[in-house]
């Protein structure tokens, strides 16, 4: 079936406006990843949802950002009030089942959000 | 918390040679999991190998290989008749828990020569 699908792939924004980016995980997994990639840098923790599970929010860097997964599917994370640091490759991985520390995560392409 | 350390920034290698890239984390636990992904241009993640801390077997598949020190909390990725198609960023993690516990290293950036 179909991989992890990100959008948009790019998104040039100016400072001070709010984006969205979206996550479709592959059917059927129940946990999904959010992650941020400075330019770089390894991957940063953001936010993690398991199933109907409050989702684990301890990387998010400030109350700008949140994320949101809908009927346990498609995931939103946005960013309010852009700033030039937020600039970085925004990557979104699903796992199956529990999204235990074994488990595959299968990534997205990713976002490439650029701050003017 | 747990920390992944990646010493090398980049790396080349001859097409056809081998190459080794060094991993090593910090952690209390004693059962936990550690992997190797790869990031090419593309920035498409991929899973290049998967090792069970509780095994001492070292995993293997094809031409990748591991050898996994758990005392001395290394694990090194062994690439056999590097190819051009190697040439990527490699991310060595750690993934002990769920959320927050699964952490990355800051990778090494392989060049495969022709």
């Known amino acids: 079936g179909a991989g992890v699908s990100q959008s948009p792939s790019n998104k040039v924004t100016e400072k001070g406006k709010d984006v969205e980016l979206r996550c479709d995980p592959i059917s059927g997994h129940t946990a999904l990843y959010w992650y941020r990639q400075s330019l770089g840098q390894g991957l940063e923790f953001l936010i993690y949802?398991?199933?109907?599970?409050?989702?684990?929010k301890s990387g998010l860097p400030s109350d700008r950002f949140s994320a949101e997964r809908t009927g346990g599917s498609v995931s939103t994370l946005t960013i309010q009030r852009t700033q030039q640091e937020d600039s970085a490759v925004y990557l979104c991985?699903?796992?199956?089942?529990?999204?235990?520390?074994?488990?595959?995560?299968?990534f997205g392409p990713g976002t490439r959000l650029t701050v003017l | 918390a747990q920390t992944v350390t990646q010493s090398q920034p980049e790396m080349s290698v001859q097409e056809a040679e081998t190459v080794t890239l060094s991993c090593t984390y910090d952690t209390s636990e004693s059962d936990y999991y550690l992997f190797w992904y790869k990031q090419p241009p593309s920035r498409q993640m991929i899973l290049v190998i998967r090792q069970e801390a509780y095994k001492q077997q070292n995993a293997t598949e094809n031409r990748f290989s591991v050898n996994f020190q758990k005392a001395a909390k290394s694990f090194s990725l062994k690439i056999s008749d590097s190819q051009l198609g190697d040439a990527a960023m490699y991310f060595c993690a750690y993934g002990r828990n769920y959320g927050q516990n699964f952490v990355f290293g800051p990778g090494t950036r392989l060049s495969v020569l022709p």
């Open positions: 991985a699903s796992s199956p089942l529990a999204g235990g520390p074994g488990d595959t995560q299968y």
């Open positions: 949802f398991q199933g109907n599970s409050a989702p684990d």
